[in-house]
């Protein structure tokens, strides 16, 4: 079951916040989240794993909140090139390595 | 210097035809992937490859083979291009299974 994104696009001025949640309908083992450019390959940002925790680096930080099956990603103080598509990937247990991807949240930030 | 790559970037074939796409990773890693990406960037995992063993087999046509030569390589196969395969495809690399992918630049396919 493919998780669900929100909101699907986002567009910001630079300097402002923006929050991006990830929704399962399925227990959840871990969340990776990526960031995609036009034209290039998506880009690992971070990885979070079962027992609620919160990761972040730089202004780039993700919660995990595995009893609700949910991902937020927070940017904050947003700069030009954090513009592109974001996608969650989720893992259920059984460690397959499979990752089922969100439909992507696009943002664009501007100057 | 390349982490992983992939080849060709771009392939433009008629309906039919035969094609390969080829994956390298030079991390090291145990684990590789192939992922589909279609033209509403929905990314959707088709294989992966634990050791050279295969260890998902997504719901994929079996006109779609991968094979796994070694734990550096991961090709793509594809016989009967049809047009429904037009798309990006991604192979990705990861230490272990579970653990980060690394994604290849990509290779467009456009079958007309």
């Known amino acids: 079951q493919q998780p669900v994104q929100s909101p699907q696009a986002v567009i910001l001025r630079e300097g402002e916040d923006a929050v991006i949640n990830c929704s399962s309908s399925?227990?959840?083992?871990?969340v990776h989240w990526y960031r995609q450019k036009h034209g290039e390959a998506p880009v690992f940002l971070m990885i979070l794993l079962k027992g609620g925790e919160q990761k972040g680096h730089d202004k780039i930080s993700a919660s995990f909140n595995e009893k609700k099956q949910q991902s937020s990603l927070y940017l904050t103080a947003s700069q030009l090139s954090y513009s592109g598509t974001y996608f969650c990937g989720t893992a259920g247990s059984g460690n397959t390595g499979k990752l089922i991807f969100g439909q992507g949240t696009t943002l664009q930030v501007k100057p | 210097d390349t982490a992983v790559s992939q080849t060709p970037k771009y392939l433009v074939t008629q309906m039919g035809n035969d094609k390969s796409i080829k994956c390298e990773q030079n991390?090291?890693?145990?684990?590789m992937y192939w992922y589909k990406q279609d033209s509403k960037k929905f990314l959707k995992i088709m294989f992966s490859?634990?050791?050279?063993?295969?260890?998902i087999n997504e719901t994929v046509p079996n006109r779609f083979s991968p094979k796994s030569p070694d734990k550096a390589h991961l090709n793509l196969h594809i016989n009967s291009l049809e047009l429904g395969d037009s798309a990006v495809y991604f192979c990705a690399s990861s230490q272990a299974l579970g653990e980060t992918q690394y994604f290849g630049p990509g290779t467009r396919l456009l079958v007309l």
């Open positions: 991390l090291g890693h145990d684990t």
């Open positions: 399925k227990a959840l083992y871990s």
């Open positions: 490859y634990n050791n050279k063993e295969l260890i």
